[in-house]
């Protein structure tokens, strides 16, 4: 375990992933330095999709070594780990296993990581039912999976944010809390889909939204307070937060973290990599009125001026400009933390799927976030203009 984990453990607290991401990690899921660019396949030492879903960047000595959470999970049974918001890749399954499986019984859940069947999750398990090493990848935070076969059990989807996984419930299930309540009461509160990756650096408990790892090809800043790119904050994520053993500077956070053998930087062009090829999901067949859409694009382009920030072919300028909170009516106190002090402009593609809005919840549905716009921007729209606009949003 490097020294920064060591500071983790014995002092502020010993946080987890996200993703990317994805997330995080991503959070994307998901994770990410100085890997800015897109990557060809031939130029890639590690595979992009194994990196985004099965590697844990050495990140057991966290999950095992600190939290124990390789202890903790043989109590844990499937109803409960569905219960968090943990998925099930049904692809991994053998024909008919769910079937007979008894999902009341830790052991299944011990027969699942066997099969490396919960996303986001690597273990060893031992032929006496015990778990060796339990670590996390990007894809926790950020993959979901389509419930094609029961509620959090069906196909992986990449990239999607994981907006019903409780994080830091998950966490605070670590006895590395059992002394330390008001921290475990922290974790606790921060809710489904949301994490802090700041909580261990300042102590201040302001949980954000886990954003969407799909949709970043061309889109120079991944996080909501843009500090820089994609891979920088995979790096960050990676090291800072799940734990993975790792490289990492950054003058404005103080952090130097040094490594004997660094399991992260070498493959963060990989994980870009995967990034950049996960498309923003259509929107469902039949989920908006075109005719309408058709006209609220003239109004997102026109009257309610939208276009203005969401620009280009991503619908963000984020590549060029970061915004001072009050411009959008945003709560400041997230950028304030970060390097920037200013919030990045959101993509939209693929806006339908992932309520609610605002790095923090804010505003629960798209017509809500289109109300606050007409009021901070004083557009002025009717009501039917704004009916409109929400249409055109849903068909991104």
């Known amino acids: 375990m490097h020294a920064y984990t060591n500071k983790l453990a014995n002092s502020i607290f010993v946080t987890s992933v996200s993703f990317f991401s994805v997330f995080l990690l991503a959070i994307f899921f998901i994770v990410l330095t100085g890997c800015s660019g897109s990557n060809s396949s031939e130029d890639l030492a590690f595979d992009p999709k194994a990196t985004f879903r099965f590697d844990t960047f050495g990140d057991e000595a966290l999950w095992t070594d600190v939290l124990q959470w390789n202890k903790v999970i043989t109590t844990v049974d499937p109803v409960t780990a ?65 419930n094609s076969v029961a509620p959090g059990i069906g196909k992986r989807l990449d990239g999607w944010p994981a907006r019903d996984l409780n994080p830091g419930l998950i966490i605070s299930l670590s006895p590395y809390f059992d002394d330390k309540p008001d921290q475990r009461a922290v974790l606790q509160s921060w809710g489904p889909g949301k994490y802090d990756p700041y909580w261990n650096m300042d102590g201040i408990n302001d949980p954000v939204l886990i954003a969407p790892a799909y949709g970043l090809k061309d889109v120079a800043l991944e996080t909501y307070t843009g500090e820089g790119p994609v ?4 790096s960050y994520i990676a090291v800072t937060q799940m734990g993975g053993q790792g490289n990492f500077q950054n003058e404005h956070l103080n952090l130097n973290i040094q490594v004997a053998e660094d399991l992260v930087t070498p493959k963060l062009p990989a994980l870009l990599a995967y990034q950049d090829s996960l498309d923003p999901p259509l929107p469902p067949r039949g989920s908006f009125d075109s005719a309408a859409a058709a006209r609220g694009k003239v109004i997102f382009e026109g ?37 920037t002090g200013q919030y990045r402009t959101t993509p939209l593609k693929g806006v339908w799927q992932h309520p609610p809005y605002f790095h923090n919840g804010a505003h629960a549905t798209l017509l809500d976030l289109v109300e606050h716009y007409d009021i901070v921007l004083a557009t002025g729209l009717l009501n039917d203009e704004k009916s409109d606009l929400v249409e055109f949003l849903k068909s991104l």
């Open 82 to 146: 569905l219960s968090v918001g943990l998925k099930v890749d049904s692809e991994a399954l053998p024909p008919g296993i769910l079937d007979t499986a008894d999902l009341t019984s830790p052991k299944t859940t011990l027969a699942l990581l066997k099969l490396d069947a919960v996303v986001g999750i690597k273990a060893t398990v031992e032929e006496d039912g015990t778990v060796s090493k339990f670590g996390v990848t990007c894809a926790l935070c950020h993959s979901t999976v389509d």
């Open 231 to 234: 891979s920088f904050w995979n």
């Open 303 to 339: 009257k309610a001026t939208c276009a203005s920030c969401h620009s280009g072919e991503t619908f963000t300028d984020a590549n060029s400009t970061l915004h001072d909170a009050f411009e959008t009516g945003s709560d400041p106190l997230y950028a304030t933390r970060g390097a």
